[in-house]
């Protein structure tokens, strides 16, 4: 069965620091990866996505994830983390095989930026 | 601009009510979903279509329906059978290839 695991349920970062957060995925044959985030009382917006090519994907907002495949994990990360960056963020997989079409998502992790 | 059309933003519906949320996309998508999320909880899928008159069910399908009558139109009543229907509720579409387009979701409470 397809599943994603995000280990934290909250970051905490200072703003300009670095950032890491955490997806690990179980899914049959090569998976496609998605990272979204979460504002408070709106829908997911797209960050990035690994469907094929190289392992560092960039993406909106200065994010980046690099997939690993033996592994199984898509980390998201950000080089120097903004206050602005504070928000629910979620990681998702689609298998290729048997694919409905349908997303599996992590449970999310909070991200705090602290000034 | 090419996007999904969630309405209301919010709704309130009494005990025993039905209550329908709107959901609209001119993305040519041929797939959409419904999704449940609860404060401090991820997405829970309710139901999904791939195709225009067809449908399946989600993990949390119970209390809802839906229809697929149109490919821009996929509309999530919420019965008097769901016994917590306090949530925030959030459409999706897709492509087979890509992510999912959501919607800004709509805030039901029983009142």
């Known amino acids: 069965a397809q599943s994603v695991a995000q280990p934290e349920d909250q970051v905490n970062v200072a703003e300009g620091n670095p950032l890491t957060v955490k997806c690990t995925y179980s899914?049959?044959?090569?998976?496609?990866l998605f990272w979204y985030v979460q504002y408070p009382n709106r829908g997911l917006q797209f960050l990035l996505k690994y469907i094929t090519g190289d392992n560092l994907v960039k993406g909106s907002y200065g994010f980046e994830a690099e997939f690993n495949k033996s592994q199984t994990s898509f980390h998201l990360k950000k080089p120097s983390a903004l206050v602005s960056d504070s928000a629910l963020y979620f990681c998702a997989v689609r298998g290729l095989t048997g694919n409905t079409g349908k997303l599996i998502f992590g449970q999310g992790t909070t991200l705090q930026v602290k000034p | 601009d090419g996007g999904i059309t969630q309405s209301p933003k919010y709704l309130f519906r009494k005990e025993g009510q039905n209550v329908t949320l709107s959901c609209e996309q001119n993305l040519n998508h041929d797939a959409m979903y419904w999704y449940r999320q609860d404060p401090g909880q991820g997405l829970r899928l309710i139901y999904y279509s791939q195709i225009v008159n067809d449908f399946q069910k989600g993990d949390i399908a119970e209390g809802y329906s839906v229809s697929r009558e149109k490919k821009e139109s996929f509309p999530l009543t919420v019965t008097s059978a769901q016994k917590n229907p306090t949530a925030f509720y959030l459409c999706?579409?897709?492509?087979?290839?890509?992510?999912?387009?959501f919607g800004s979701g709509t805030r039901l409470t029983v009142v």
């Open positions: 899914v049959s044959g090569n998976p496609y």
């Open positions: 999706a579409s897709s492509t087979r290839q890509a992510g999912y387009t």
